[in-house]
């Protein structure tokens, strides 16, 4: 897709890509689906149009000044070349998020983390979106919830000493959703009201007032909409 439609070159003009369409718009040479056997392709878009890539010592592109940036090792480029590195990059960052990960996963998960938006429904142009190589680490190891299923939600570091990251997931169209942490004894110790278009929050591992909690085990849970996640436990110790 396209990310920009211009750019400043080293020799302080500005040039444009002809046809390229709009900022955030399928590029004109993306490659449309389906297959001749009727799948659905691509699987996704990426970036792939004016983009700022790394310039070779000696590359003929060091000739055409109105395709190097300001800075002089780097050039505007386009094509599949640019937006298979950005999906080979954002797997990269999932399999050191998780090691195991297996390459089917790796497909799945960059799938449904896709951005979608009024430019992206899923079809034969888009794919299932847009890349979003955050979500596609953030959401590893959770399950997506449908529309009237139940939110997901993980810990990032357990145990934790000094803050942890939760990751959620909401069921579409959810209006309200909460993190609440419990203590052994089954008292809400900690509430939060969650972004409904975020997919992460952080807790500094303290109670309502503000005040930092004991060591110890503690439940974690998400509310949504009255439909609540699975319990988990988080172990705090400083």
Partial sequence: WTTRIEWRSIDGKTY?????????????????GPT??????????????????????????????????????HAIMEGTSMAAPHVA?????????SPTLEPGEAGEN???????????????????GRLN???GVSLLGLALPEAGGQPEVKAGTNPASERVLFTYALPP???????????????????????????????????????PLANGLYIYVVVADGRRSSLHRLVIRR
């Fill in 89 to 97: 990059g954002t797997v990269a960052l999932m399999f050191q998020a």
């Fill in 133 to 135: 190589a955050t979500r």
């Fill in 36 to 73: 001749r056997d009727g799948r659905r392709k691509p699987d996704l878009a990426a970036p792939g149009t004016a983009i700022v890539s790394a310039l070779a010592r000696g590359s003929e592109l060091a000739g055409t000044p109105e395709l190097v940036v300001p800075d002089g090792v």
């Fill in 173 to 211: 169209g959810t209006k309200r959703a909460r993190l609440i942490v419990y203590n052994v004894v089954g008292q809400a110790v900690f509430t939060a009201e969650l972004d409904l278009q975020g997919e992460r929050f952080t807790w500094e591992l303290v109670n309502d007032a503000g005040e």
């Fill in 16 to 32: 444009h890509f002809r046809g390229a369409g709009l900022p955030r718009a399928i590029a004109p040479f993306s490659s449309r």
């Fill in 110 to 128: 960059l799938r449904r983390a896709a951005t979608r938006d009024n430019l992206t429904t899923p079809d034969e142009v888009w794919g299932s």
